[in-house]
């Protein structure tokens, strides 16, 4: 893939996420609707910037008629993630996709590895193919229940200076630093911290979407604190999600918020266990 790619690559993923919506659509959820401008101006920054820190784990596949499909991936150090993937519909179960993953897995080199994986037949599938084990992911979603709001202390937002510790963090908890992604994500969400050197950890928030992107804490009492923050500047409809049976402390807290529990896809690892207390970030992991 190369940075000419993107326009065409950030098509080819909105038309093949909206199908996989539509097709995994449960009764009573609104019709899945196309990114908005933003959104597919956003993917494209994300996957610029992916380019840009490991080239090497990025991949199109291209045909007669254009991008067929593509395989974002990322080494921190020690660990693979792969940060999104997939197939034009109507080139989908013809061997694409296993192409596109088998030269991910060979940047990966044998690295443990994580990623957030849809429920879509074709997407499990080739991950069980590829030796990953499927963990099952909880979401919630709903408005918060203000008066639930606890008296939340010994936070603050987060700056550069924090993410040398939030490295280490990372590394207990899921074998390598963010690296490069802290520096990214401080560029366009809200990061909130515990410095507690005892009990550390940090929540990035998407204020523009009211919901936690990816958190990660040392114990899963500084987790609930962090959660409970991101719930708190979450005014209408939020999500909490990639919610591991490992981290029901989220689940307590979004239900003490009133948020409705249900289940969606699934985090893929292989060498490793889902990590906790932590909530994953489907693109940086
Ligand atoms: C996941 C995805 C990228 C795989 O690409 P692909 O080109 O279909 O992959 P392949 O054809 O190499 O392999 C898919 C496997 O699942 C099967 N499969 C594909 N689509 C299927 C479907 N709708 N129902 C049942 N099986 C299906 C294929 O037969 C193949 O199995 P096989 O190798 O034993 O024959 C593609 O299906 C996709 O884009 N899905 C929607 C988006 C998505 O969910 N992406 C993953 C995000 S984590």
């Not at 849809?118 to 084990?133: M, V, W």
């Not at 590394?171 to 410095?195: E, F, K, N, T």
């Not at 029901?248 to 699934?266: K, Y």
Request: aromatic share 8%.
């Amino acid at each position: 893939m190369s940075q000419d790619d993107l326009p065409a690559a950030e098509r080819v993923s909105a038309v093949t996420f909206l199908d996989a919506d539509r097709l995994g659509r449960r009764v009573g959820e609104p019709e899945p609707e196309p990114p908005s401008a933003a959104v597919s101006q956003r993917w494209i920054d994300r996957m610029g910037f992916f380019l840009t820190a490991d080239p090497e784990g990025c991949w199109v596949a291209e045909d007669a008629r254009g991008i067929a499909g593509f395989a974002i991936s990322q080494n921190r150090g020690p660990l693979w993630y792969l940060a999104t993937y997939g197939v034009l519909p109507d080139r989908q179960g013809k061997g694409i996709g296993r192409r596109l993953m088998d030269a991910a897995l060979a940047h990966a080199g044998g690295r443990p590895g994580l990623f957030s994986a849809t429920a879509h037949p074709g997407a499990t599938r080739r991950y069980r193919l590829a030796g990953f084990t499927l963990h099952p992911q909880m979401r919630m979603v709903g408005r918060v229940d203000r008066s639930a709001l606890p008296a939340v202390r010994g936070l603050r937002d987060g700056r550069d200076g924090d993410l040398e510790w939030m490295d280490d963090l990372d590394r207990s908890l899921r074998g390598a630093g963010h690296g490069p992604d802290h520096r990214y994500m401080l560029g366009s969400l809200r990061l909130v911290v515990c410095d507690d050197r005892g009990r550390p950890g940090y929540v990035y928030i998407d204020d523009d979407a009211g919901r936690p992107v990816l958190l990660a804490a040392a114990h899963p009492e500084t987790a609930r604190l962090l959660l409970w923050e991101a719930l708190a500047s979450a005014d209408g409809e939020t999500l909490v999600n990639c919610i591991t049976t490992a981290n029901h402390w989220a689940v307590d807290a979004g239900l003490a918020a009133r948020l409705h529990l249900d289940q969606e896809g699934f985090l893929a690892v292989r060498g490793m266990i889902p990590p906790a207390p932590y909530l994953a970030s489907g693109h940086f992991l």
